[in-house]
């Protein structure tokens, strides 16, 4: 059964930063090929975009929100995605969940097909 898991969430300070890691596993699943993508969904409101990268890792998109302040890369030998998050806001907060996908528009959820459980990230003002 393929997965992607989440990790590096938690507590930080307005301006603080904090690095998301998603690992994918599988008996014979790779990451190779497919867009890695990060959402995010904070209460009451709806999943959105934040980030996604290419299968090479040379073409990544990134929600105008947190442009300039978040760097999504990956590492394909490794099937893990990683996102580093700068400068957070209150406005972050949020659980930020990975995915993966085949073609389509990044910005789109209905792009992805695996989804992770997600991880919380609150920062505190």
């Known amino acids: 059964q393929v997965q992607l898991v989440e990790s590096g969430g938690g507590l930080v300070q307005a301006g603080g930063s904090l690095k998301l890691s998603c690992a994918a596993s599988?008996?014979?699943?790779?990451?190779?090929?497919?867009?890695m993508g990060w959402f995010r969904q904070a209460p009451g409101k709806e999943r959105e975009f934040v980030a996604a990268?290419?299968?090479?890792?040379?073409?990544?998109e990134y929600a105008d929100s947190v442009k300039g302040r978040f760097t999504i890369s990956r590492d394909v030998a490794r099937n893990t995605v990683y996102l580093q998050m700068n400068s957070l806001k209150s406005d972050d907060t949020a659980v930020y969940y990975c995915?993966?996908?085949?073609?389509?528009?990044?910005?789109?959820?209905?792009?992805?097909?695996?989804w992770g459980q997600g991880t919380q990230v609150t920062v505190s003002s």
């Open positions: 995915t993966a996908g085949r073609a389509g528009t990044w910005v789109q959820p209905t792009t992805y097909e695996l």
């Open positions: 599988g008996r014979t699943f790779s990451t190779y090929t497919y867009i």
């Open positions: 990268i290419d299968w090479n890792g040379e073409i990544t």
